[in-house]
C-alpha cells in the first residue's frame, strides 16, 4: 500500500488538531483553575465534587441549627431563671401573708403584688425566641401556650 502525499498531510493536519484541541482544553483548565471543566471530562471527579456539595451544604445547615439552638436556650435560661426569681417572691410574699399582724390595706397590697407576678409569670411563659415562636409551647411553636384566666381576680 502506498501513502501519497496528501493522506501524509492529512494526518499531520489531524495531528496539529488534536494538539490543539488539547492545548485549548488544558488552558480552559488552567485559565478556570478547575481541573476538569465539564462533567464528561472526568465522571467520577465529578461525581465525588456533587457529593462534596451536598455535604458542605449539609454541614453549613447543621451549624445554622446550632447558632439557633444556641441562642433558643440562652433565651430559655434566662427566662427560667426570671421565673425562679418571681417564684420566690412569691414564696416570699406568701410567707408574709400568714402573719396576722397584717392589716387589710397591707394584705390588698400583697393582693395586687401577687396580681403583678402572676401577670408576670404568664408573659415569661409566653415569651418567643428570635423566629418569633413561642419558647414553652411544645411543637407547636406558633400557638400561644399560657393565658391568664379572668377567675384568679
Do not use: C, H
Amino acid at each position: 500500500m502506498r501513502i501519497s502525499t496528501v493522506q501524509l498531510y492529512q494526518r499531520g493536519l489531524e495531528g496539529i488538531q488534536r494538539r490543539q484541541l488539547q492545548i485549548s482544553e488544558t488552558q480552559m483548565q488552567v485559565s478556570s483553575g478547575k481541573r476538569f471543566v465539564t462533567p464528561s471530562d472526568d465522571p467520577a471527579a465529578s461525581a465525588r465534587v456533587l457529593e462534596f456539595n451536598r455535604a458542605i451544604a449539609s454541614t453549613e445547615q447543621y451549624q445554622k441549627n446550632i447558632i439557633r439552638i444556641k441562642n433558643r436556650l440562652e433565651i430559655e435560661e434566662n427566662t427560667l431563671s426570671g421565673v425562679s426569681n418571681i417564684l420566690q417572691r412569691v414564696r416570699e410574699l406568701g410567707l408574709q401573708g400568714v402573719s396576722e399582724s397584717l392589716t387589710g390595706t397591707q394584705r390588698a397590697y400583697l393582693a395586687a403584688e401577687l396580681r403583678e407576678l402572676e401577670q408576670s409569670l404568664v408573659d415569661l411563659a409566653n415569651t418567643t425566641d428570635t423566629f418569633g415562636d413561642y419558647l414553652f409551647s411544645g411543637y407547636q411553636g406558633a400557638v400561644r401556650p399560657f393565658s391568664q384566666s379572668g377567675g384568679s381576680r
